[in-house]
């Protein structure tokens, strides 16, 4: 199953709302993970099953979607947000991660 | 609280082999599936290799099969990977991940990763 992420990157302001789009090759239901990443350090789980906050994830992130569109959700975005992000299926193996989206400060 | 630490990255020439180790503590380590997840230098995330708590059932990326092996010692919270005929594009930082459950795919921790460089 490919997973495509949009936009590869974006810039954005502290406060704004930011959206990211993932695309499955194929009807993944809502088997849909969403990770942060910061530079040199491990990807951090925030969202399970397109919607589900992981524990100890603030509410500022959401997800939702299901069958192959999905979206991540940042409602204000601060500076301990600007990462990289990246969706994963877990409806069959192989895994599989979409290529990432960069988020900048504007 | 969870912890997972990998060991056992290093340099090794093409052909050659290394073993990874990731040591878990703070769970019930046999009540959850592991994977192995890699990232080249600059590049995404990748999965590896996954295997479930009771080490009955493994899974791998056509990438790896057959020259990869991933076990568990559930006696020791120990999860390993064996690489065989490592290749110049086996060169990442190796990542092993938590499953939230005995075989969901669903990742909840990570551990800090061990690079592996293979060069000549």
């Known amino acids: 199953i490919q997973m495509t992420q949009s936009p590869s990157s974006l810039s954005a302001s502290v406060r704004d709302r930011v959206n990211i789009t993932c695309r499955a090759s194929?009807?993944?239901?809502?088997?849909l993970a969403w990770f942060q990443q910061k530079p040199g350090k491990a990807p951090k789980s925030l969202i399970y099953?397109?919607?589900n906050l992981q524990s100890g994830v603030p509410s500022k992130f959401s997800g939702s979607g299901s069958g192959t569109d999905f979206t991540l959700t940042i409602s204000s975005l601060q500076p301990e947000d600007f990462a990289t992000y990246y969706c994963?299926?877990?409806?069959?193996?192989?895994?599989?991660f979409g290529g990432g989206t960069k988020v900048e400060i504007k | 609280e969870v912890q997972l630490l990998e060991s056992g990255g290093g340099l090794t020439q093409p052909g050659g082999s290394l073993k990874l180790s990731c040591g878990a503590s703070?769970?019930?380590?046999?009540?959850?599936?592991m994977s192995w997840v890699r990232q080249a230098p600059g590049k995404g995330l990748g999965w590896v290799s996954a295997?479930?708590?009771?080490?009955?059932?493994?899974y791998y990326a056509d990438s790896v099969k057959g020259r990869f092996t991933i076990s568990r010692d559930n006696s020791k919270d120990t999860l390993y990977l064996q690489m065989n005929g490592l290749r110049a594009e086996d060169t990442a930082v190796y990542y092993c991940?938590?499953?939230?459950?005995?075989?969901?795919?669903?990742?909840?921790?990570w551990g800090q990763g061990t690079l592996v460089t293979v060069s000549s």
């Open positions: 991940a938590k499953d939230r459950g005995p075989n969901s795919g669903i990742f909840d921790f």
């Open positions: 703070g769970f019930t380590f046999s009540s959850h599936a």
């Open positions: 295997i479930s708590g009771l080490g009955i059932s493994t």
């Open positions: 194929q009807d993944i239901s809502n088997s």
């Open positions: 099953a397109a919607s």
């Open positions: 994963q299926q877990y409806k069959s193996y192989p895994l599989t």
